[in-house]
Every structure is written in structure tokens, then in C-alpha cells.
């Protein structure tokens, strides 16, 4: 079940953060309401993808390992154009999982992002979500 | 009477004798194993096909400079003979008279083994390999070839690169790679193999290709368990890490200016603690990497100075609440080099982090040095006024795991850093190295090469150039888009 966080001060931009890990979604989305970003949080993976494509945000910050599919099927449904119509999301991969190199080179292909959690704090996300157009 | 000759009136022809006598040797033992090389190679390719020394690599070709193209045919026919050679045996001493044609033979072959035509389709595959891709005669033979073998090769000098290579330049030539992998369609298992394959232009009946695969699933397969426990490991370390730094990025913001010093120290320390075990796992990860030769790097044109200082800038809380403070002195209009960002921005936060582990004197001072050598090399230095090195261990500095016995109980550290920033470094084609003196400190330097000087490589590709650190590549993945 998706939860919204409506920031205080919105800037415009809507963020889907799929992320089942509650102690992280949550420092995220601290972050991000404060800089001014509408977070919605969703920790499974086949509702993500059907929020996902509604095509609503500008960002979708995807966790590798979710639940019901993983974050790699999602992208694989949302760049595949029989199934999603171009999005106008940026697709962020936040992630804590190593892959081999030949399967991160094929994720990185497709998404606009790579991120691993460990290395960022939840204010470096933001600073780096900021640069995005 | 007495005679006095001069002193050293003999001397010259002495030394004369000696200089002859050990250049004779020397030129004796350089050129036996130059002669002896291709016998060598020779020798390592049957070891290689022999079962009970299944462990000994393919030979490498690339030693050879005697004979190379007369070697290669050699090594091919070696690796022929020995995917018929069992059953020619098995045949010959059986009751039964057959007639040994080609296909029996080569489809009683264990090793699994197809024959390709110039287009790269297949003209015949053995049982061996039906069994082995698990796809029958009909869905193997005419078929594309990678339609039947998905291979994926550890680093850019796959199989097609080589074919390209060697069509239009040799007429036949034999080339081995180890770690193939195989990717079954529609099935979890996967398979690691040895290949050969041998090329011939002008086979008579169109056998352009023939390739030879030697399973080492079982092998290789323990180094690949090895690395998907430490990804998993990995993974469950990094949880908690993003959190505790989740936590304290939330502290530091809420409790800005509100805090004691004293506690403002700490949530400092804390942070920098934080950090270093982020830096402690990139090791850990890249370690792993390297010696399962998957650290690949790729080298773009980058300005030194910026990437130097954000790496600095990055360490400079550590240094902080340690009391250490940088110095840099870098040129100005230092030419652009060709370096893996992530890669050498990994070298620099090691060699940073010791010495600020290493600053244990009085004097808690590093200089970070960049230059132009006379040689027009790119050069680096960081140099700390700390516990020095002793002469005994300075050999062994950029072995793997390797600690200086005095420091162990003193300074904290797991001996990776040092081991894979010289790989990192000999990767880009530069070189690191360290000046100490016990008591007084060190300096640890590197050189990098200007990129108009790398750039002749990347020329007709028009891709980034690649080298693989005895294959491998990059875990700091921020900003990377």
C-alpha cells in the first residue's frame, strides 16, 4: 500500500521511492518533504510498477531487492514499450546489492541513475536528485 | 733484488675476464629461455589437456616470440589430437573392427566441441556438446552460433575480437581463454568453462572454426560461491551502514549549534567512523574483484586537479578529527589524464586514509604534492611526518594482507589498500611508489599519464578505452549516470 508524504514547501516534483526497508524509506523521505519533494513510498514491487506507470512522478528511486517482484523486473516492465509508453521519470537505482559487472552494466543501460545507499547520505540523495532535470 | 710491480697491474684483464664471463652467462641464460620458450608453451598446452594435471592453465601465446605462428598451428593440433585422442584409443583396442570416421570419433568425444563455417554457423556439433547446451542435433546444427552458445568472456578480448583480429591477417592461429561463462536459456544453472579455438582460412571443406571446451564449472564455481557470499555479505554490512549514516546526517542537521563541543566532537568522529567503514568495504569488494579478474577500468580524459581535490575534500573529516591537517600544493595547468574516475578516486582515499592513520608524531601534517615529472608524467604524492616505515617491511608494502608486525598492535588497518591501489595504478599504466624513513614518515607516490599520450589507443574505436586489472572494476558507483 502506497503512502503519500505531501511536503510543506512543494517544488513540483513527485518522487516514487520503492523501498521495503522501513528504516531507510523513512530517513528518505525525511530528507526529501523537507527539500521540498512529494514522496510517495511503496515496498512492493508489482504495486510500484502499477504506480510506476500511471506516469505521474519525476523521479522513481528503486530498490534492487523488494518484495513480490524484484527492482530489476520493474525496470525490465517500465522500459520494455509493449507494455509502458515512455515515462517522463527519471529511474533512480538505490541499491545496497553488489551485481555482477555484466548485470549492473545491463541496469545502468536502462535506468537514468545508480546509486548505492551505503555510499550517500540521505542529504547527498537529495543534493544529487537536485541536479536532475 | 725485488721487484715492485704496480698495485693493480693485472686489474684490467681481471675485470675484463669477469665482465665477459658474466655477460656470456647472461647471454647463455636470456637466450635458453627465448629457444625454450615455445617448447615450454608446447608443453603447458599438453599439461593442460591431460586429465590428471587439469588444474595447469592454458598456455599463453602471447610468451612466445620464437616461432609464434609454428607453435600456434602446433598447440592446435595438440588440442585436435586431444579431442579425438580417447577414443581413437578406445576404438583400436576394442575387438570390433569400425571404421574410424570423423563424426564417430568426434561424437564419442567427451569434450564437447563445434565446427563453424566462415558465417559463424554451425556445421557440426558432437553428442558432447549437445548434451552439454542441451539442445539436440537439429537445434544445434546451421544454427548462428551464439544462438547455441551464449558465452560471456571475463574481459573485452572476447572470441569475436580475436576472429576480427585474425581473418584477413593469419591463416590459421589458436587462441585459449579461461572463465568462459555460459548462459543456458530458460535455465537457473550456469557454466564455466576453458576454450579453445583454432582457425584455419583455408580448410579445404569450409571448417573455418573449430571450438574445444573444457569444463571447469566445478573449479571455477567455488570462486563464484565465494562471491556471492561476499555480495550477500556485503549487502547485510551496507543495511545498517546507510542507516548509521542516515541517523547521523539527521543528528548533525537537527542538533546543529546546539551541542557541546564535546558532543560535536563526537558526532564528528562518528561520521568519519562511518565513512571509513564505507571506504573498508569498497575494499573489501574490489579486492574480491580483482582477483577474480573482474575489475575492469574504464579510463576517460578527466582534469586531475578537481577529481584530486574532491577525493581530498572527502577525507578531510577524518583528518580533522584526527587532528591531521592537509596541505596541497598542486600545479597549475597540469595536462589531462586518462584514469578511471572511481578507480583512482579510491586510490587517493587510501593513501590519504594512511596517512592519517599513520600521522602519530608530533608534526600531524600531510602534503598532497601533483606535478609534471621530467618525463611528463602526471605525479602525485601524499606525504605525512608520522611513524614511518621500517627498511625490513618496505618491500612487502604492496603485498596483499601484508602488515608491518610493529605497527599491527598500533594502527588499525587490513593491509588491502596499499594492494589495490598498485593494482589500480599498474592498470592505468602508471606506477605507485614509497620513500620512508623510520621515526620521520613517509611519502607515497603515483604517476598517471597525460591522456594525449593514452589517446592513440581509443583512436578508430571511438569507445572508451578499457584495460582490465589483470581483468576487472569499479564499486563507487555515486554520480554515476
Same mark, same amino acid.
Not at chain 2, 564455466?192 to 573444457?214: C, S
Not at chain 2, 582534469?303 to 578529527?321: C, G, N, Q
Given at each position: 500500500?502506497?503512502?503519500?508524504?505531501?511536503?510543506?514547501?512543494?517544488?513540483?516534483?513527485?518522487?516514487?521511492?520503492?523501498?521495503?526497508?522501513?528504516?531507510?524509506?523513512?530517513?528518505?523521505?525525511?530528507?526529501?518533504?523537507?527539500?521540498?519533494?512529494?514522496?510517495?513510498?511503496?515496498?512492493?514491487?508489482?504495486?510500484?510498477?502499477?504506480?510506476?506507470?500511471?506516469?505521474?512522478?519525476?523521479?522513481?528511486?528503486?530498490?534492487?531487492?523488494?518484495?513480490?517482484?524484484?527492482?530489476?523486473?520493474?525496470?525490465?516492465?517500465?522500459?520494455?514499450?509493449?507494455?509502458?509508453?515512455?515515462?517522463?521519470?527519471?529511474?533512480?537505482?538505490?541499491?545496497?546489492?553488489?551485481?555482477?559487472?555484466?548485470?549492473?552494466?545491463?541496469?545502468?543501460?536502462?535506468?537514468?541513475?545508480?546509486?548505492?545507499?551505503?555510499?550517500?547520505?540521505?542529504?547527498?540523495?537529495?543534493?544529487?536528485?537536485?541536479?536532475?532535470? | 733484488?725485488?721487484?715492485?710491480?704496480?698495485?693493480?697491474?693485472?686489474?684490467?684483464?681481471?675485470?675484463?675476464?669477469?665482465?665477459?664471463?658474466?655477460?656470456?652467462?647472461?647471454?647463455? %641464460?636470456? $637466450?635458453?629461455?627465448?629457444?625454450?620458450?615455445?617448447?615450454?608453451?608446447?608443453?603447458?598446452?599438453?599439461?593442460?589437456?591431460?586429465?590428471?594435471?587439469?588444474?595447469?592453465?592454458?598456455?599463453?601465446?602471447?610468451?612466445?616470440?620464437?616461432?609464434?605462428?609454428?607453435?600456434?598451428?602446433?598447440?592446435?593440433?595438440?588440442? #585436435?589430437?586431444?579431442?579425438?585422442?580417447?577414443?581413437?584409443?578406445?576404438?583400436?583396442?576394442?575387438?570390433?573392427?569400425?571404421?574410424?570416421?570423423?563424426?564417430?570419433?568426434?561424437?564419442?568425444?567427451?569434450?564437447?566441441?563445434?565446427?563453424?563455417?566462415?558465417?559463424?554457423?554451425?556445421?557440426?556439433?558432437?553428442?558432447?556438446?549437445?548434451?552439454?547446451?542441451?539442445?539436440?542435433?537439429?537445434?544445434?546444427?546451421?544454427?548462428?552460433?551464439?544462438?547455441?552458445?551464449?558465452?560471456?568472456?571475463?574481459?573485452?578480448?572476447?572470441?569475436?575480437? %580475436?576472429?576480427?583480429?585474425?581473418?584477413?591477417?593469419?591463416?590459421?592461429?589458436?587462441?585459449?581463454?579461461?572463465?568462459?561463462?555460459?548462459?543456458?536459456?530458460? #535455465?537457473?544453472?550456469?557454466?564455466?568453462?576453458?576454450?579453445?579455438?583454432?582457425?584455419?582460412?583455408?580448410?579445404?571443406?569450409?571448417?573455418?572454426?573449430?571450438?574445444?571446451?573444457?569444463?571447469?564449472?566445478?573449479?571455477?564455481?567455488?570462486?563464484?560461491?565465494?562471491?556471492?557470499?561476499?555480495?550477500?555479505?556485503?549487502?547485510?554490512?551496507?543495511?545498517?551502514?546507510?542507516?548509521?549514516?542516515?541517523?547521523?546526517?539527521?543528528?548533525?542537521?537537527?542538533?546543529?549549534?546546539?551541542?557541546?563541543?564535546?558532543?560535536?566532537?563526537?558526532?564528528?568522529?562518528?561520521?568519519?567512523?562511518?565513512?571509513?567503514?564505507?571506504?573498508?568495504?569498497?575494499?573489501?569488494?574490489?579486492?574480491?574483484?580483482?582477483?577474480?579478474?573482474?575489475?575492469?577500468?574504464?579510463? =576517460?580524459?578527466?582534469? %586531475?586537479?578537481?577529481?584530486?581535490?574532491?577525493?581530498?575534500?572527502?577525507?578531510?573529516?577524518?583528518?580533522?578529527?584526527?587532528?591531521? $591537517?592537509?596541505?596541497?600544493?598542486?600545479?597549475?595547468?597540469?595536462?589531462?589524464?586518462?584514469?578511471?574516475?572511481?578507480?583512482?578516486?579510491?586510490?587517493?582515499?587510501?593513501?590519504?586514509?594512511?596517512?592519517?592513520?599513520?600521522?602519530?608524531?608530533?608534526?600531524?601534517?600531510?602534503?598532497?604534492?601533483?606535478?609534471?615529472?621530467?618525463?611528463?608524467?602526471?605525479?602525485?604524492?601524499?606525504?605525512?611526518?608520522?611513524?614511518?616505515?621500517?627498511?625490513?617491511?618496505?618491500?612487502?608494502?604492496?603485498?596483499?594482507?601484508?602488515?608491518?608486525?610493529?605497527? =599491527?598492535? #598500533?594502527?588499525?588497518?587490513?593491509?588491502?589498500?596499499?594492494?589495490?591501489?598498485?593494482?589500480?595504478?599498474?592498470?592505468?599504466?602508471?606506477?605507485?611508489?614509497?620513500?620512508?624513513?623510520?621515526?620521520?614518515?613517509?611519502?607515497?607516490?603515483?604517476?598517471?599519464?597525460?591522456? $594525449?599520450?593514452?589517446?592513440?589507443?581509443?583512436?578508430?574505436?571511438?569507445?572508451?578505452?578499457?584495460?582490465?586489472?589483470?581483468?576487472?572494476?569499479?564499486?563507487?558507483?555515486?554520480?554515476?549516470?
Amino acid at each position: 500500500m502506497a503512502q503519500d508524504f505531501t511536503s510543506p514547501n512543494p517544488i513540483g516534483k513527485k518522487v516514487l521511492c520503492m523501498e521495503d526497508e522501513h528504516f531507510i524509506s523513512e530517513l528518505y523521505v525525511r530528507a526529501l518533504t523537507k527539500a521540498g519533494y512529494d514522496v510517495t513510498v511503496e515496498v512492493d514491487g508489482r504495486e510500484g510498477l502499477k504506480l510506476a506507470q500511471t506516469d505521474q512522478f519525476d523521479i522513481i528511486l528503486l530498490d534492487l531487492m523488494i518484495p513480490t517482484i524484484t527492482g530489476i523486473e520493474v525496470l525490465r516492465h517500465l522500459r520494455n514499450p509493449a507494455e509502458t509508453k515512455p515515462l517522463r521519470a527519471k529511474i533512480i537505482i538505490t541499491t545496497n546489492l553488489e551485481q555482477r559487472e555484466d548485470i549492473r552494466a545491463d541496469i545502468e543501460k536502462q535506468a537514468d541513475g545508480y546509486l548505492v545507499k551505503a555510499e550517500i547520505t540521505p542529504r547527498e540523495l537529495v543534493e544529487f536528485l537536485d541536479t536532475i532535470r | 733484488m725485488q721487484r715492485y710491480l704496480p698495485e693493480h697491474d693485472n686489474l684490467p684483464l681481471v675485470s675484463f675476464c669477469l665482465i665477459a664471463l658474466v655477460s656470456l652467462l647472461l647471454v647463455a %641464460w636470456g $637466450s635458453a629461455r627465448y629457444l625454450s620458450q615455445p617448447v615450454r608453451t608446447i608443453w603447458e598446452a599438453v599439461l593442460h589437456i591431460s586429465p590428471e594435471t587439469a588444474n595447469t592453465s592454458a598456455p599463453d601465446l602471447k610468451k612466445v616470440h620464437l616461432g609464434r605462428e609454428l607453435v600456434a598451428q602446433l598447440i592446435g593440433h595438440i588440442y #585436435q589430437i586431444a579431442s579425438v585422442a580417447d577414443d581413437v584409443a578406445k576404438v583400436s583396442n576394442s575387438d570390433h573392427k569400425l571404421e574410424l570416421r570423423g563424426d564417430f570419433v568426434a561424437n564419442s568425444l567427451p569434450l564437447p566441441v563445434v565446427v563453424l563455417d566462415k558465417d559463424m554457423n554451425i556445421l557440426f556439433a558432437n553428442e558432447a556438446l549437445h548434451a552439454y547446451v542441451k539442445r539436440s542435433e537439429a537445434e544445434t546444427t546451421g544454427q548462428n552460433v551464439y544462438l547455441v552458445l551464449d558465452m560471456l568472456f571475463s574481459n573485452q578480448n572476447t572470441f569475436d575480437k %580475436w576472429l576480427e583480429d585474425v581473418r584477413g591477417k593469419k591463416v590459421t592461429a589458436v587462441r585459449t581463454w579461461e572463465r568462459v561463462r555460459l548462459n543456458l536459456p530458460e #535455465q537457473k544453472e550456469m557454466r564455466l568453462f576453458d576454450l579453445v579455438a583454432y582457425y584455419n582460412k583455408d580448410n579445404p571443406e569450409g571448417n573455418e572454426i573449430i571450438l574445444t571446451i573444457y569444463d571447469r564449472t566445478r573449479q571455477y564455481s567455488q570462486d563464484e560461491q565465494a562471491m556471492g557470499f561476499l555480495a550477500l555479505a556485503v549487502h547485510e554490512l551496507r543495511t545498517p551502514l546507510t542507516l548509521l549514516r542516515g541517523y547521523i546526517d539527521v543528528f548533525e542537521e537537527e542538533f546543529d549549534g546546539k551541542l557541546s563541543p564535546e558532543l560535536t566532537g563526537f558526532m564528528r568522529k562518528m561520521k568519519a567512523t562511518a565513512q571509513q567503514l564505507t571506504t573498508f568495504i569498497g575494499n573489501v569488494l574490489n579486492v574480491a574483484r580483482f582477483e577474480n579478474d573482474q575489475l575492469i577500468l574504464k579510463l =576517460r580524459e578527466e582534469e %586531475w586537479a578537481p577529481l584530486l581535490k574532491s577525493a581530498i575534500d572527502d577525507v578531510k573529516l577524518r583528518a580533522d578529527v584526527r587532528g591531521v $591537517s592537509f596541505t596541497l600544493k598542486i600545479d597549475d595547468n597540469l595536462p589531462t589524464v586518462g584514469v578511471d574516475a572511481v578507480s583512482i578516486y579510491e586510490v587517493v582515499n587510501n593513501l590519504l586514509d594512511n596517512s592519517i592513520k599513520y600521522s602519530k608524531g608530533e608534526k600531524k601534517e600531510v602534503i598532497i604534492k601533483s606535478y609534471l615529472t621530467s618525463n611528463g608524467e602526471v605525479e602525485t604524492t601524499v606525504q605525512d611526518f608520522g611513524v614511518g616505515i621500517p627498511e625490513s617491511a618496505m618491500g612487502n608494502l604492496f603485498e596483499k594482507f601484508y602488515r608491518d608486525y610493529r605497527n =599491527r598492535t #598500533q594502527v588499525g588497518g587490513t593491509g588491502m589498500g596499499l594492494y589495490l591501489s598498485k593494482a589500480i595504478i599498474s592498470a592505468h599504466g602508471g606506477h605507485i611508489w614509497v620513500r620512508s624513513k623510520e621515526g620521520q614518515g613517509s611519502t607515497f607516490g603515483f604517476t598517471l599519464t597525460p591522456y $594525449s599520450r593514452i589517446d592513440d589507443e581509443k583512436k578508430g574505436t571511438g569507445e572508451d578505452i578499457t584495460r582490465s586489472a589483470h581483468g576487472w572494476i569499479k564499486n563507487h558507483s555515486m554520480y554515476r549516470r
